[in-house]
């Protein structure tokens, strides 16, 4: 018997941008249930190794595994159980926010008996509930990002992906985030969120890896990790300091 297969796995992981090798033989594991923070210099390649896992760009070479199907052969399984919250809300601005959940619906088939039903409870989770029939386009930033974890959760996937989901939050916006995201992590999602905020990466996410040069150049548990120890490690590891 071999071990037990990990949720997301990367073997000999290669991605070049024709001269340009972003990843170089990447091998990552990450189990069912862990919260993994991304951290990483401008360019190091996080948001393309998330583009790469969820099916977005196809790697050059290497292979990725998620929950046993393989990209990019098997896209359709693998999008399937990825929720991706990236910089671009994916959001159609002059729909209300329910509309534009009961179109992301349809577009993943869900069920239209039960459809209604689930979108209301997804609206109150994201605390949206209330402003279910405005229009996005009068959102604030904090809101739309609301939102668009609401659409991310839709076809309630194991895996979320979060591409830098603190860029332009004001404070109050980036706490009730915060809770959002422990929240989906005590529901069991296993979650990758890429991030320039070291005290976030180290308070909420139970494992840190930082990319740098196309490579794992530290991966630890971020249980006792201070903000303070992980700032070292970052500045020793890029050669650059981060916000903390
Ligand atoms: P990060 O998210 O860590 O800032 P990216 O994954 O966005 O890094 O980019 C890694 C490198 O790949 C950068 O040098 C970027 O310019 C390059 N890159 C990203 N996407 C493309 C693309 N579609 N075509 C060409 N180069 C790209
Ligand atoms: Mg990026």
Known sequence: M???????????LIKAYDMLVVLRKLDLRIERGEFVALLGPNGSGKSTLLRLLCGLTRPT?????????????????????????????????????RENLRFFARLYHLPARSVDTHIDDLLKQVGLYRRADSLVRTFSRGMQQRLSIARALLHEPDVLLFDEPYTGLDQDAARTLDDLLLQAHADGHTIIMTTHELERAARLAGRVLILNRGAVGYDAPAHNLTTDQLAIHYADLTGMTASA
């Open 2 to 12: 071999s071990d037990a297969q990990a949720l997301i796995e990367t073997r000999a």
């Open 61 to 97: 070479s290497g292979t990725i595994l998620i929950g046993g199907w393989e990209l990019p052969g098997e896209a359709a399984a693998v999008r399937a159980q990825i929720g991706m919250v990236s910089h671009k809300s994916l959001l159609y601005e002059n729909l209300t926010a």
